[in-house]
């Protein structure tokens, strides 16, 4: 801060009250005029006591003083404002700093929000300084990218110029691939893989969800994220989040390959379980993905229960 208004801090010694006399005899002068004189005031609000302060500051700079015999408002003016030098053109911002990695789709994840990077820093560490309004990568001390900050979560700040012609850099995750790998999976998962690609202005934007689903799929085989991605079809949010709270709260281990039928999602005739059902199916989705490990698998036994006897129900 010193540096950016073109000042220079010079710490006192410790327990040497000389070394910052002007400044203990302003505090003096500034208890006895000041605060001594609204000690017996009593005061409703802030702004109140703000302008009582105002007041008798400005009652004692302009009292003359008794060895110079000017006040100091007058010294100020004659002294101190011609050797002032301009303020700077912006304010000085508390910024942070932190590191991010540079993931497959040239973009760094900074406080929940998404900002690009020159595509040929992918898989690179990099430096990331922000402040309340500018956030600003750095590589290798040198200066790469720099954006505006966002607000909120999950919003993204993407440069034309990081994108890659053709995206040659990583021609191996285009968006064609993706959709590929989600058909060879099942019709749902190529289905989901393809909203969440559209749905965005970049395609690029939605690497990392395609990517989730497909770490899914290697962790508890391709029958479970197919049957989580069918689900999300239905309940018409096609998004990873929703895949991954279905995939966790819905299919238990030894239940790989169950359809939606035999979750009692779907009525016999194979429309849509009707809207009450849902909406409660759906509010103890959330709860089940909120609930701890243990204490899930009883709760989906009691959901499916539940949903099955309300179909079965006339």
Known sequence: M???YGAVV?????GRAKDKAKVETSVLVAQRWILATLRNHTFFSLAQLNT??????????TR???RLGVSRQQQYEQLDRPALKPLPAA???LCEWSEAGVNIDYHVLVDRNLYSVPYQLVHERVEVRYSASCLEILFKGKRVASHARLRGRGQYSTRPEHMPAAHRAHAQWSPSRLIRWGQQTGPATGSLVAEILSALP???QGYRSCLGVMRLGKSYGEKRPEAACERAHHLGSCRYRTVKNIHLSRLRPGQQGMSLRAHGLLCPSGSAAPS???CSRRWLLHTAAKATHQDRSDR???LVAHAIQQHRTP
């Open 202 to 204: 970049h395609p690029e």
């Open 300 to 302: 989906d036994r009691r």
């Open 52 to 61: 009582a302060i105002r007041d008798k500051l400005v009652v004692l700079n």
């Open 10 to 14: 010079i710490p006192a010694r410790s």
């Open 276 to 278: 009450a059902c849902c």
């Open 91 to 93: 304010r000085y911002e």
């Open 2 to 4: 010193a540096e950016h």
């Open 64 to 66: 003359p003083m008794q």
